[in-house]
């Protein structure tokens, strides 16, 4: 059986992090001029950090309140302390 991506990678510990719609679409607007414009940067950040593969999930209803949009790439990102804010 072929892994995907799903499938890759081993877990090190768990970060929680939330934001609101509100806060992407005040980023948005300060930054792109739609949230597809702050999607395709993220996109575009992947490549830039070396990425060959790059995988956008969507939730299958983006109006629920636990609805989540991710991006999953292969580049070199950061570690978990830089994810934590303490690196």
């Given at each position: 059986?072929?892994?995907?991506?799903?499938?890759?990678?081993?877990?090190?510990s768990d970060?929680?992090?939330?934001?609101?719609?509100?806060?992407?679409?005040l980023?948005?607007?300060?930054?792109?001029?739609?949230?597809?414009?702050?999607?395709?940067?993220?996109?575009?950040?992947?490549?830039?950090?070396?990425?060959?593969?790059?995988?956008?999930?969507?939730?299958?209803?983006?109006?629920?309140?636990?609805?989540?949009?991710?991006?999953?790439d292969?580049?070199a990102?950061?570690?978990?302390?830089?994810?934590?804010?303490?690196?």
């Amino acid at each position: 059986m072929e892994k995907t991506f799903y499938m890759l990678g081993k877990e090190k510990s768990d970060i929680e992090v939330r934001i609101s719609y509100r806060i992407i679409q005040l980023f948005s607007e300060g930054l792109y001029s739609s949230p597809n414009k702050a999607i395709e940067e993220l996109v575009s950040n992947s490549f830039d950090a070396g990425a060959n593969n790059v995988h956008i999930v969507l939730a299958s209803d983006l109006s629920a309140d636990d609805a989540s949009i991710t991006v999953i790439d292969d580049g070199a990102g950061m570690d978990e302390k830089g994810l934590q804010g303490t690196g």
